[in-house]
């Protein structure tokens, strides 16, 4: 792994499992890869910039499945259809356009609804038909947000987006254990990605979260993946519906 923590896991743990990760390029979705590539996966990742795809690539040869595309495209959904032998999937795709509900304009709206909500739904929709045909079971981690568990100023749409990822998570991993399909999410407190470089360069609001973590600091990457991979692996078989809170005791609070 090239992220900030050497794998905890046997890199046999998921030996011969194919995982799909949606915005892999970067950040929480590229130690994703990492994590799991590491604990013996193959991945398939899925981002937008080709530069970021071929890095990985270059990092973990045919360990890695690069598909250069929009997660929120139809085209996604033709490629996972015609893949077989999708075991994981790791949603990682989302955004966030902090704002004050009152400035708030409808294309951010359904920019962020589109991006968190939907696109997720039908990118789980579709691996769900292949794993249900497949017969083998999987395993589904959704990214959502410590924000999915409690609210906060200028993230009214953020925090509804990933109440409903939570919601969802919680009525899929009832829908779907009869096909031993397990649902879970993760939910971080603030990660040091670039994401969320830019809000740290305002000090009120670093010192706003700061304030609120009991154990002091922010989330790094490998915290998020490493959380992901045992869910992803049988270390967790008896585990669905549930919530990985890597939040620093946020939301404990």
């Known amino acids: 792994m090239t992220s900030n923590s050497k794998s905890p896991y046997s890199n046999s743990l998921l030996s011969g499992r194919t995982a799909l990760v949606t915005g892999a390029g970067k950040g929480i979705g590229k130690a994703c890869v990492e994590s799991l590539v590491a604990a013996g ?19 973990h040869g045919d360990r890695v499945v690069a598909w250069c595309l929009d997660a929120t495209s139809d085209e996604l959904l033709t490629r996972i259809s015609e893949y077989q032998g999708i075991d994981i999937l790791v949603n990682n795709l989302g955004t966030n356009t902090p704002q004050l509900i009152s400035e708030l304009d409808d294309e951010v709206l359904d920019q962020m609804l589109d991006m968190n909500v939907r696109s997720l ?8 038909r292949e794993m249900i045909a497949n017969g083998q079971g999987g395993s589904i981690i959704n990214i959502g947000s410590q924000m999915g568990h409690v609210g906060s100023p200028k993230r009214s749409v953020y925090c509804a987006t990933k109440h409903a990822v939570e919601g969802l998570t919680k009525a899929l991993a009832v829908e779907l ?41 922010v989330g790094q990457v490998c915290e998020v993946a ?26 404990a609070q």
């Open 226 to 251: 490493n959380a992901v991979t045992f869910l992803a692996s049988s270390a967790s078989s008896l585990t669905t519906g549930s919530c990985v809170k890597v939040d620093g005791g946020w939301t």
């Open 41 to 59: 996966a193959t991945v398939i990742a899925v981002a937008r910039t080709e530069a970021d795809l071929d890095q990985l690539v270059l990092e």
């Open 121 to 128: 739904f039908r990118i789980t929709r579709s691996v769900v």
């Open 177 to 217: 254990a009869e096909h031993n399909i397990r649902v879970n999410s993760v939910a971080p407190t603030f990660i040091e990605t670039p994401m969320t470089a830019p809000m740290f360069a305002d000090p009120d609001f670093q010192e706003f979260v700061m304030e609120r973590i009991p154990l002091g600091r």
